[in-house]
């Protein structure tokens, strides 16, 4: 059977693994001219730059994924442990996060006494959730309720603390507010306050302390360019600057992919790019989801973000989180009233600390990350040079170093890139936000309820944004595809049959 991928994503490339080794034809198509969707790579003036993620967080699921096709990720690139893992300004201070659990109960200790003895009962709580969540929740497509329904499962429940907020969870245990904002950090990525996020992702706090935060040397690229030589070699083909326009249907079939060259006809087809313009590919009465259910929606924030070339080193660590600005602010004008932020907080990745191949000798390679809300409007150079000066007056002031007048190379990519880009809805990055309404059977379907061989992957369905949710969304994706050509063949061997 043809099986026809929109996107080149890791989502789409993980599905096109599994397929192409399971004896389906798998063809990816891809607007942009190179793998890895928002994982994107670029290079100037001697500095390389990743393009979005930028965290390297549960290797095991990375592992799980090179190991079904009998690799590991040393096969393919090397990985480094960071420590300190990260650093975070606050106002008037910094605390730099050191890797393991032993060394973060040492300095919690330090800051609030006997909170070193809670951090291992949170921890320990939290590593229960991980091995719940993603070895048995994540992994689930969220089509059916019977999905969950085992006494294990059920009996497991308890434990996740679903309706409990990251918020109450986490003041639960610690009081000082330095160690709630830690604590309360990895919860960022998920697109929400951490009183609108279950208390089941407390295991990204496991997942950051115990599993550790790593860097694969070369750039997180080196991911895309791993899964993308393994689909390769299994036999996947690839078509690069070909947009698709749309998609054909003939009763509840999907039929044809149109893209800006070419016509493609296929037996199912795998929409690994935004959900709702793979969407608007199909004919309005096989849409599943109407413009009022997309308003609806809660989306994670996008960014605004700068590609930065020093010509000096800098006294940072490789990732840095600047809370040194009012977080409930910056919050409001994400989720409660969407605005461009006064004092935003904001993000420093600089790879070059790790890894000075990334950049011309003796220079520093920064990547600047402002959360902005979904949608709104006014992202012109302007506006982007203003919050520019604003985040680099800020690390200047941070690391007592002149920065402005080193800089040799400057890009920024806002909303109207990810539109432009990867047909993002309302210029999103990181999809929907992982509150509970939108967790598992809250998340728009991983098939079509309309389209029979229509299958979704990538971060609008489940389980979600981020890297690990990629992988399992590949594989999630590429096993309902298996299942639902089996019932097509099914049906097609029954109507010859009958016909006969």
Not at 132 to 140: N, P, T, Y
Not at 197 to 218: E, Q, R, V
Not at 243 to 261: E, M, N, P, R, W
């Amino acid at each position: 059977m043809n099986v026809t991928i929109i996107g080149c994503g890791i989502a789409g490339m993980v599905t096109a693994c599994y397929l192409q080794k399971e004896g389906y034809q798998v063809t990816v198509l891809e607007k942009n001219g190179q793998p890895g969707g928002r994982a994107r790579q670029f290079s100037d003036a001697g500095f390389q730059f990743d393009m979005g993620p930028s965290w390297y967080w549960m290797p095991d699921v990375f592992e799980a994924f090179f190991a079904d096709f009998g690799k590991k990720t040393t096969d393919y690139y090397q990985l480094v442990r960071l420590d300190p893992s990260y650093q975070i300004y606050f106002e008037g201070r910094s605390v730099k996060i050191p890797a393991g659990e032993d060394a973060l109960c040492a300095l919690f200790e330090q800051i609030e006494p006997g909170a070193g003895k809670q951090l291992k009962k949170f921890l320990s709580a939290a590593k229960a959730k991980y091995e719940l969540g993603m070895h048995r929740f994540a992994s689930k497509p969220s089509l059916h309720l019977k999905e969950f329904i085992s006494f294990q499962t059920l009996a497991s429940v308890g434990k996740l603390q679903l309706f409990t907020s990251m918020e109450a969870l986490v003041n639960k245990y610690f009081c000082h507010p330095v160690l709630r904002q830690i604590m309360q950090f990895p919860v960022i990525f998920l697109g929400a306050m951490p009183k609108h996020i279950p208390g089941m992702y407390s295991l990204m706090n496991y997942a950051d302390t115990n599993l550790g935060t790593w860097y694969p040397l070369g750039g997180m690229y080196k991911i895309v360019e791993a899964i993308f030589e393994l689909a390769t070699s299994l036999g996947v083909t690839f078509r690069f600057g070909e947009d698709v326009q749309k998609i054909s249907v003939a009763g509840s079939l999907a039929k044809y992919v149109h893209t800006t060259t070419q016509v493609y006809e296929t037996d199912l087809v795998v929409g690994a790019g935004d959900y709702h313009y793979m969407e608007q590919l199909l004919p309005a009465a096989s849409r599943q989801y109407s413009q009022s259910y997309w308003s609806s929606r809660q989306l994670a924030p996008s960014c605004l973000l700068y590609y930065v070339g020093i010509d000096k080193r800098l006294p940072l660590q490789h990732h840095s989180l600047f809370f040194d600005s009012s977080f409930q602010d910056h919050a409001h004008a994400l989720y409660d009233h969407p605005r461009w932020p006064e004092n935003p907080l904001f993000y420093v990745c600089a790879p070059s600390v790790t890894d000075p191949g990334v950049a011309p000798a003796g220079c520093e390679n920064l990547f600047l990350l402002i959360p902005v809300a979904a949608g709104i409007t006014g992202d012109n150079e302007a506006l982007r040079d203003r919050y520019f000066q604003k985040v680099l007056q800020r690390l200047e002031q941070a690391t007592g170093v002149s920065i402005a007048d080193h800089i040799v190379y400057k890009k920024s990519y806002g909303i109207s890139n990810f539109t432009a880009d990867y047909h993002a809805y309302k210029g999103n990055a990181y999809g929907l936000s992982n509150t509970l309404r939108q967790t598992a059977f809250g998340k728009p379907r991983i098939k079509s309820k309309k389209i029979t061989n229509l299958i979704f992957a990538g971060q609008l369905t489940v389980p979600g944004p981020g890297l690990p949710p990629a992988f399992l969304s590949g594989k999630m994706a590429a096993a309902e595809v298996m299942k639902q050509s089996h019932l097509l063949t099914k049906s097609f061997q029954t109507r010859k049959y009958h016909t006969a």
